[in-house]
C-alpha cells in the first residue's frame, strides 16, 4: 500500500535553533517528493521538490534530502525563525498515468522566542 | 494565492442543506482538485478533474459531487451536508507533473 509517514507530528524549538523533519515513504513507481509549509488558515506552498536522482535540495534556510533506496526525506530548518512556525507536509507522488500523489499528515513545528 | 480563488472562505450551514464551493483559476491549467483536510488524516482527494466536463473520484468522494463547464472553475457540490462534512476544503491546480500543485486559501465548511 502506497503511504507516506512523517515524524515527528509536532515539534516545539527555540527561535535560532536547527530542526529536522522526517518523511518515510512506500510508494512506487516513485516520480517525485515534495515539501510543502502550510501556515495556520492558508493552503501549503511548496518548499522543494526532488526527482530520483537527486539527492539534496536547498530552498534558503530549508534543505531538503532524499535516499531512494531506503524511501527517506528529511527538510532540514537552519537558524529557526518565528515565521517558520507551519505544518509541513511530504507529498509523494507516483509514476503512474494520470499520476497519484500521496500526502503525509504534515509535521506541526513551534518556534518559540 | 495568486491565480486561484476560493469562495466562500467560511461557510456555516444546517444538516441536510445543499452547499455548492467554488474554485477559480487564472492560470488555464488543465488539472484542478477538491481536497478536505481534516487533523489526523491531512489532505485527501475528494474529486479532480483534467478538463472539461472530464472529472473523476477521490479517495473520499461519496456525498461530493463536482463539475466543471468551464476551465476556470471547479465547483463542488454536497448535495446534503452532513456534519461528518464539517473540514476546510481546498481546491488546488497543477499544470505539469514536475510544477506540482498551487493550492488556494482553503474554505472552511462547518455543517451543524
Known amino acids: 500500500k502506497n503511504q507516506v509517514e512523517q515524524s515527528p507530528q509536532s515539534l516545539i524549538i527555540l527561535e535560532g535553533k536547527n530542526c529536522t523533519l522526517q518523511c518515510n515513504y512506500t510508494v512506487s513507481p516513485f516520480s517525485n517528493l515534495r515539501w510543502y509549509k502550510q501556515d495556520t488558515g492558508r493552503g501549503p506552498v511548496s518548499l522543494t521538490i526532488?526527482?530520483?536522482?537527486?539527492n539534496t535540495k536547498s530552498n534558503g534556510r530549508y534543505t531538503a534530502t532524499l535516499d531512494a533506496d531506503t524511501k527517506q526525506s528529511s527538510l532540514h530548518i537552519t537558524a529557526s525563525q518565528l515565521s517558520d512556525s507551519a505544518s509541513y507536509i511530504c507529498?509523494?507522488?507516483?509514476?503512474?498515468?494520470?499520476?497519484?500523489?500521496?500526502f503525509g499528515t504534515g509535521t506541526s513545528l513551534t518556534v518559540i522566542p | 494565492d495568486a491565480g486561484i480563488t476560493q469562495s466562500p472562505r467560511h461557510k456555516v450551514t444546517e444538516t441536510g442543506t445543499p452547499v455548492t464551493l467554488r474554485c477559480h483559476q487564472t492560470?488555464?491549467?488543465?488539472?484542478m482538485y477538491w481536497y478536505r483536510q481534516d487533523p489526523g488524516h491531512g489532505l485527501r482527494l475528494i474529486h479532480y478533474s483534467y478538463g472539461v466536463k472530464d472529472t473523476d473520484k477521490g479517495e473520499v468522494s461519496d456525498g461530493y459531487s463536482v463539475s466543471r463547464s468551464k476551465t476556470e472553475d471547479f465547483l463542488l457540490t454536497l448535495e446534503s451536508a452532513t456534519s461528518s462534512q464539517t473540514s476546510v476544503y481546498f481546491c488546488?491546480?497543477?499544470?505539469?507533473?514536475?510544477?506540482?500543485?498551487?493550492f488556494g486559501s482553503g474554505t472552511r465548511l462547518t455543517v451543524v
Open positions: 526532488m526527482t530520483f536522482s537527486e
Open positions: 488546488a491546480i497543477r499544470d505539469r507533473v514536475i510544477t506540482g500543485y498551487t
Open positions: 507529498v509523494v507522488s507516483a509514476e503512474v498515468p494520470g499520476n497519484q500523489f500521496y
Open positions: 492560470e488555464n491549467h488543465r488539472y
